[in-house]
C-alpha cells in the first residue's frame, strides 16, 4: 500500500465552482501534513499546512480526519489560475512523504 | 530573498557517465533535503542534511549517489555511473527548521528541479 494516495483525476471544473478532492495516508503515526501545489515542470510550491484538524485560507479549505487517515482540500470559487496539481505531502518520521497529486483544470 | 536555487535545469549524457547536480539553499536554512522524481512516479525523499552532517541518507537509492554539503551551505549531488533508471527529475528543498517542529520555519521551499536525463 502506498503511504499517500490520491485520486489522480483530472477534475475540469468551470471558473466559479467549487472542487473538493481526498488523499489518504497509511501511517498512523503521521505528524502533519501539508498541500503543495505543481504546476507543469514547476516545483511544488506550498499551498498550506494542516496541524490539527483543519486550516482555511482564504479560498482554500483543508480537514484532516486522524481517525479515518484522510485529509481533504476544497477549493471555492475556482479560478482559472487554481489549474494545477495539488499535491498531498504528509510528514512521515521527519521527511515528506508525496502523493502522486490531482489534476485540477479550471475552464472559462 | 532568493529562493532555492539548482543547476543545471537539464543534464543529458550517456550510461555510466558521471554528473554532478548542485543547490543552493535559502541563505540561513540549516535544513537541505534532496528528492526525486522518476517518471511516472511520485517524488521520493532522498536524504537531509542539517548543517553539514547527513541527518537522514535512508532514501538514496544506491552507492552510486553521493551527496555532500561542504561548509553547510550549498549540496552536491552526484551520480557515478549514471543508469537509465536514474533519470528524472532532482529538486532540492531548504528549510530553517526540522519537520520535528510544528511551526512555519518548518516548512520546504523547494528549487525548480534538475532534469537528468541519462541515455
Known amino acids: 500500500r502506498k503511504e499517500v494516495e490520491q485520486d489522480p483525476g483530472p477534475f475540469n471544473v468551470p471558473e466559479g465552482a467549487t472542487v473538493a478532492f481526498n488523499c489518504t495516508y497509511s501511517?498512523?503515526?503521521?505528524?502533519?501534513f501539508f498541500w503543495y501545489r505543481q504546476d507543469c515542470r514547476k516545483e511544488p510550491k506550498l499551498l498550506m499546512s494542516?496541524?490539527?484538524s483543519g486550516n482555511e485560507d482564504g479560498r482554500f479549505t483543508a480537514q484532516l480526519n486522524r481517525a479515518s487517515q484522510y485529509i481533504s482540500l476544497l477549493i471555492r470559487d475556482s479560478k482559472l489560475s487554481d489549474s494545477a496539481t495539488y499535491l498531498c505531502?504528509?510528514?512521515?518520521?521527519?521527511?515528506?512523504?508525496f502523493g502522486a497529486g490531482t489534476t485540477v483544470t479550471v475552464r472559462a | 530573498e532568493a529562493g532555492v536555487t539548482q543547476f543545471p535545469s537539464h543534464s543529458v549524457i550517456e550510461k555510466g557517465q558521471t554528473v554532478t547536480l548542485r543547490c543552493d539553499p535559502i541563505?540561513?536554512?540549516?535544513?537541505l533535503y534532496w528528492y526525486r522524481r522518476v517518471m511516472g512516479k511520485e517524488i521520493k525523499f532522498l536524504l537531509h542534511?542539517?548543517?553539514?552532517?547527513?541527518?537522514?541518507e535512508s532514501g538514496m537509492p544506491n552507492n552510486r549517489f553521493l551527496a555532500e554539503r561542504t561548509g553547510g551551505t550549498y549540496s552536491t549531488l552526484k551520480v557515478q555511473p549514471a543508469e537509465l533508471e536514474d533519470s528524472g527529475v532532482y529538486f532540492c528543498?531548504?528549510?530553517?527548521?526540522?519537520?520535528?517542529?510544528?511551526?512555519?520555519?518548518?516548512?520546504?521551499?523547494f528549487g525548480a528541479g534538475s532534469r537528468l536525463t541519462v541515455l
Open positions: 501511517n498512523s503515526a503521521s505528524q502533519s
Open positions: 528543498a531548504s528549510s530553517q527548521r526540522g519537520l520535528a517542529y510544528f511551526s512555519g520555519a518548518n516548512v520546504l521551499t
Open positions: 541563505s540561513g536554512h540549516d535544513n
Open positions: 505531502v504528509v510528514n512521515n518520521d521527519y521527511k515528506l512523504s
Open positions: 494542516v496541524y490539527s
Open positions: 542534511f542539517v548543517k553539514e552532517s547527513k541527518q537522514d
